[in-house]
């Protein structure tokens, strides 16, 4: 298990877009991070009113955005447009190529999302986009909710990786535990609150790394959200 502290995460600061890098991205660089598996991106940023991402490309990526407050409005040159708000879970499938551009819809208050990229297990598929809404992410649960997974089982929805993607709210002093698995690897991902893993305590903007076989065991919560990315093994 090894544990990325929230602080030593890459820091941007562009006046309206503030961003902490969990890996390697844009200018920011440091060997040792990556990525973990397929997963190659976690960006925790936060847009200000009026600010976003104007139109840019991208291809043969699954780019997943989780909003955290606030509003994120997204356009694509698919002819998709929507707005994304907490409890929705939203995904582009980038495949052979699309052009998109996000940006806070709000005039008033900013948007704090997670940006997630994960390398697809097929290369230049048809480009697509899939978004959702679940109920679930936005009130504390026992366990969290399978969002992601390579068919779409259950409710989740389908993505090009053999990943298992499980968001939301745990409640306070509870446990959770995933198994491992000798062919996987595992990523967690703390929204907000604290709990602690293995001893350790982790918070809010902290990513623990997972390696083959090993077990998650959280406890001691304390209104904590997470996600949770199962991984296959390299």
């Known amino acids: 298990m090894n544990i990325r502290k929230a602080a030593e995460r890459g820091q941007v600061n562009l006046g309206w877009l503030q961003s902490q890098h969990s890996f390697s991205f844009g200018h920011y660089y ?18 200000q009113p009026g600010g976003g991402f104007s139109e840019h490309g991208h291809a043969n990526m699954e780019i997943i955005s989780y909003v955290l407050s606030g509003e994120l409005a997204h ?19 980038a495949g052979t190529g699309i052009r998109h551009s996000e940006f806070n819809h709000s005039n008033q208050a900013p948007v704090q999302f997670l940006q997630i990229w994960v390398v ?10 899939v978004q959702k809404h679940f109920a679930g992410l936005l009130e504390p649960a026992a366990a969290p909710a399978l969002i992601f997974s390579l068919h779409g089982e259950g409710d989740s929805l389908p993505i090009y990786q053999d990943v298992s993607v499980l968001a939301g709210k745990l409640i306070d002093d509870s446990n959770w535990q995933y198994a491992g698995n000798a062919n996987r690897i595992g990523w ?10 293995k001893g350790e305590t982790v918070s809010a903007g902290d990513g623990v790394a997972f390696a083959r076989g090993e077990n998650v065991e959280l406890s001691h919560t304390d209104e904590l959200h997470i996600l949770y990315f ?5």
């Open 230 to 234: 199962d991984l296959p093994a390299k």
């Open 188 to 197: 967690l991902q703390v929204v907000e609150g604290s709990a602690v893993i």
């Open 30 to 47: 440091d060997e040792r991070y990556m990525g973990h598996g397929p997963l190659r991106v976690i960006n925790q940023d936060v847009v």
């Open 75 to 93: 356009k694509d040159s698919e002819g998709n447009e929507s707005v994304i708000r907490p409890g929705d879970v939203q995904k582009m499938t």
């Open 120 to 129: 697809p297990n097929q290369a230049n598929v048809t480009p697509g986009y």
